[in-house]
């Protein structure tokens, strides 16, 4: 009998549990639906359409040099994928299991129809539970527990074939989608190669020595970037294990984060919107006129502070921050100019080409100390000192022009050093001031 081949964020022919099913089953039709309206708000941001048209055109290659083809639809997930296997006969639809609210809704909506298999994450987050059977909501401890379920199970070879069906539904044309930016297009500074092909070199040429330290130093290329190709499911999580180095603790437990996000999202679907400590809901966000233009201000780049402006300017121009910076940035929104940890949240969520809504909503209410593991509101991170420890002197040459001629000793901080060019904008607000308000307004919480 035939079947369907739900893809969602698993755009990838190898180490797919899903497809292999599928492939066993007899013909399989490989689908993909843009479903705009299932995640309202959280709707793919812009630097994700740019990376999914690119990933979308590299699978449907993949697919037609086996002898198969990926039919795109745009539309309802639901009706699309009901009314499908009514056209095509098809008795099941086989997937890889997703925890988004939007996602989880719509495969409950697909019932006994919907065959799910686990291929995303190094263990599934339903197994990695406390001893009450939850979801662990401090990282550590789910560390501990994920030990039980490690190494995960090697990554499944690719099916060495995928039978076609008689006949083809009609498919959607991807360029009638219009994921591409329109002119201007803002794009030009994306330096990615998305699909899978590349997220298989860049496992295969991981480099992970002196990755502890490598990877908070911004003028260094000490990350793996591999975090959009995960998103997208390019790669699998056990086939990134299994190329990294059991001595690569550090990168591990980035990787094991991952879970982690989405069994918070697990236990709290709407963890993106909502404060994990109902608390902060009593915190006094600046919002008006002054407030909007510094958020305006962080966006863009012109803050005063170097560090962060530098990140929000790659940010912008290449779809992705590196990650020491972007706490920085973060901070700096949330805790220098108390606006909502949400504001940056969907700015991240629109400009991050790895965007993930687990992932960024943890990370975020991390940052902030609202979430369920998370920093203390009063930790305010000092993005001057913080530009100088980790040597992002030429990081900032890079990204902000305007400092390129300062000395190191003065390029984290122009208006200490008395350098400041015309041409870069003067601090939003100074560090103790900025850590004072913030401070009081931490007071009014507790």
Same mark, same amino acid.
């Given at each position: 009998?035939?079947?369907?081949?739900?893809?969602?964020?698993?755009?990838?022919?190898?180490?797919?549990?899903?497809?292999?099913?599928?492939?066993?089953?007899?013909?399989?039709?490989?689908?993909?639906?843009?479903?705009?309206?299932?995640?309202?708000?959280?709707?793919?941001?812009?630097?994700?359409?740019?990376?999914?048209?690119?990933?979308?055109?590299?699978?449907?290659?993949?697919?037609?040099?086996?002898?198969?083809?990926?039919?795109?639809?745009?539309?309802?997930?639901?009706?699309?994928?009901?009314?499908?296997?009514?056209?095509?006969?098809?008795?099941?639809?086989?997937?890889?299991?997703?925890?988004?609210?939007?996602?989880?809704?719509?495969?409950?909506?697909?019932?006994?129809?919907?065959?799910?298999?686990?291929?995303?994450?190094?263990?599934?987050?339903?197994?990695?539970?406390?001893?009450?059977?939850?979801?662990?909501?401090?990282?550590?401890?789910?560390?501990?527990?994920?030990?039980?379920?490690?190494?995960?199970?090697?990554?499944?070879?690719?099916?060495?074939?995928?039978?076609?069906?008689?006949?083809?539904?009609?498919?959607?044309?991807?360029?009638?989608?219009?994921?591409?930016?329109?002119?201007?297009?803002?794009?030009?500074?994306?330096?990615?190669?998305?699909?899978?092909?590349?997220?298989?070199?860049?496992?295969?040429?991981?480099?992970?020595?002196?990755?502890?330290?490598?990877?908070?130093?911004?003028?260094?290329?000490?990350?793996?970037?591999?975090?959009?190709?995960?998103?997208?499911?390019?790669?699998?999580?056990?086939?990134?294990?299994?190329?990294?180095?059991?001595?690569?603790?550090?990168?591990?437990?980035?990787?094991?984060?991952?879970?982690?996000?989405?069994?918070?999202?697990?236990?709290?679907?709407?963890?993106?919107?909502?404060?994990?400590?109902?608390?902060? %809901?009593?915190? @006094?966000?600046?919002?008006?006129?002054?407030?909007? *233009?510094?958020? /305006? +201000?962080?966006?863009? #780049? =012109?803050?005063?502070?170097?560090?962060?402006?530098?990140?929000?300017?790659?940010?912008?121009?290449?779809?992705?921050?590196?990650?020491?910076?972007?706490?920085?940035?973060?901070?700096?929104?949330?805790?220098?100019?108390?606006?909502?940890?949400?504001?940056?949240?969907?700015?991240?969520?629109?400009?991050?080409?790895?965007?993930?809504?687990?992932?960024?909503?943890?990370?975020?209410?991390?940052?902030?100390?609202?979430?369920?593991?998370?920093?203390?509101?009063?930790?305010?991170?000092?993005?001057?000192?913080?530009?100088?420890?980790?040597?992002?002197?030429?990081?900032?040459?890079?990204?902000?022009?305007?400092?390129?001629?300062?000395?190191?000793?003065?390029?984290?901080?122009?208006?200490?050093?008395?350098?400041?060019? %015309?041409?870069? @904008?003067?601090?939003?607000?100074?560090?103790?001031? *900025?850590?004072? /308000? +913030?401070?009081?307004? #931490? =007071?009014?919480?507790?």
């Amino acid at each position: 009998m035939t079947t369907l081949l739900w893809l969602r964020q698993d755009l990838r022919l190898h180490d797919q549990p899903a497809l292999v099913a599928a492939a066993h089953a007899g013909p399989v039709i490989p689908v993909y639906i843009l479903d705009d309206d299932a995640p309202g708000d959280w709707r793919i941001g812009g630097a994700q359409c740019w990376w999914l048209h690119h990933s979308l055109t590299a699978l449907g290659a993949a697919l037609e040099g086996k002898g198969s083809r990926l039919i795109l639809r745009r539309g309802d997930a639901v009706a699309i994928l009901t009314e499908l296997m009514e056209r095509t006969g098809a008795d099941a639809i086989h997937a890889i299991r997703h925890y988004e609210p939007w996602w989880r809704k719509a495969e409950a909506a697909l019932g006994e129809r919907l065959c799910l298999h686990d291929g995303n994450h190094l263990a599934p987050p339903e197994q990695v539970t406390t001893g009450s059977g939850g979801q662990f909501r401090i990282y550590s401890a789910f560390w501990k527990g994920l030990q039980a379920h490690l190494p995960p199970e090697k990554p499944l070879a690719l099916p060495r074939a995928i039978p076609a069906p008689d006949r083809w539904p009609k498919s959607d044309a991807l360029g009638d989608w219009h994921l591409l930016p329109a002119k201007p297009d803002w794009s030009g500074g994306f330096d990615w190669t998305p699909g899978e092909d590349e997220a298989r070199h860049k496992i295969a040429a991981l480099d992970l020595d002196g990755y502890d330290e490598r990877r908070n130093l911004p003028s260094e290329e000490g990350t793996s970037r591999l975090s959009p190709h995960l998103h997208f499911g390019e790669v699998s999580p056990r086939a990134v294990w299994h190329a990294s180095d059991a001595h690569d603790t550090t990168f591990r437990k980035e990787l094991a984060w991952r879970d982690f996000t989405d069994g918070v999202v697990l236990a709290l679907p709407d963890y993106a919107d909502r404060n994990g400590r109902p608390a902060f %809901d009593k915190l @006094p966000w600046r919002t008006g006129k002054a407030a909007n *233009a510094d958020l /305006r +201000a962080w966006q863009r #780049g =012109r803050t005063g502070y170097p560090i962060v402006d530098a990140g929000m300017r790659q940010l912008w121009h290449t779809g992705w921050m590196h990650n020491r910076v972007r706490m920085i940035a973060a901070s700096f929104l949330i805790k220098h100019l108390l606006i909502d940890w949400r504001e940056g949240e969907r700015w991240y969520w629109d400009c991050l080409v790895d965007a993930d809504y687990g992932n960024n909503a943890v990370n975020w209410q991390w940052v902030a100390g609202t979430g369920i593991d998370a920093n203390m509101f009063g930790r305010i991170m000092a993005p001057l000192s913080q530009s100088e420890k980790f040597d992002a002197a030429d990081y900032i040459r890079q990204w902000v022009p305007e400092l390129a001629s300062l000395p190191d000793g003065a390029i984290h901080d122009p208006d200490d050093a008395g350098c400041r060019p %015309d041409a870069y @904008p003067a601090k939003l607000i100074g560090h103790r001031e *900025a850590r004072e /308000r +913030a401070l009081a307004a #931490g =007071r009014k919480v507790r």
